[in-house]
DNA sequence: TCTTGACCTAAAGTTAAGTTTAAGTATTAT
DNA sequence: ATAATACTTAAACTTAACTTTAGGTCAAGA
């Protein structure tokens, strides 16, 4: 069992924010000896599941309901799984859109060494939209379409 | 030329942001025709920028800087190469940390399904850290490794 | 003519996720 | 015993990115 301070250390989170956590609901039934919070097992593997959820885009009060179904016993396993399931499809969908962000980025590294060699974007302007170089079109196509 | 009532329909955003936009400096020298906002094709590859730095991580004041590197003209390539450079790192790092997520929640998906099999979650604790099926250990360490 | 709709501004309000402050209690080290 | 540390709370403050409100201009259609 670990006190706050020490929790703070290990997982590289300040007090506040724990204890913010925790006001919020996401310990549910945290121990105390004295007035003093417990961090155990538990608490742990919420703290990691927490920051895999802030993560996939959730808020606070969405976390603190799988919390509650924790605390709820096997009636709620149904609930929890439908809860990842959901959200791994939202995590698919934004590494989706990150991987588009990615080629948006490498096309502008591309387009921007050419302009430093060219030491203008005159030819740069004529390639554009679709007579770019074709791995540098690849990038181009999947950063803006849609 | 558009006015900031279709851009807003062609990018799904409201008026109110595109102004705030503006206001935040994210269109240097956007055209106006008495006081009303003309959106080019400079606006509109801003935006389509400015969505994709938004996803990347970074904020308005750090997109405004980028936008008046070009407005600067040629004499700004290198700083917006390193700008791109550097955000390809970052967007690079957010991708592995969400392959990790997603990895997490696809383990958890696998333990709910066993746990609503069995009614409990007896067996599966017995099996915790280092004792599951092979490619759930494989998740399970990505999604627990640091 | 008048009213509807699209544009404008400045300023105030909102929201989430903390962080800080102020005041107090408890544990630990010397 | 006492001083320093680590814990506690409630409440106020912060920040970014919008959003809303209130008031105004201007052009087109009934």
Same mark, same amino acid.
């Given at each position: 069992m670990y006190t706050i301070g020490q929790i703070s250390k290990l997982f590289h989170l300040p007090t506040s924010t724990l204890r913010y956590y925790d006001k919020e609901g *996401?310990? !549910?039934?945290i121990e105390r000896s004295s007035g003093i919070r417990r961090f155990g097992e538990k608490e742990m593997e919420a703290l990691r599941v927490i920051e895999c959820l802030k993560k996939s885009g959730l808020e606070i009060k969405d976390i603190k309901q799988f919390m509650e179904w924790c605390a709820q016993g096997s009636s709620t396993y149904p609930q929890r799984r439908e809860f990842f399931l959901r959200q791994k499809e939202v995590v698919e969908g934004e590494i989706r859109k990150m991987e588009k962000v990615l080629d948006m980025i490498r096309f502008k590294c591309w387009y921007y060494e050419q302009a430093i060699q060219d030491g203008n974007e005159d030819r740069l302007h004529e390639m *554009? !939209?679709?007579? *770019? !170089?074709k791995e540098i079109q690849l990038l181009y196509d999947h950063a803006h379409e849609d």
């Open positions: *996401l310990f !549910p039934n *554009l !939209p679709d007579h *770019l !170089p």
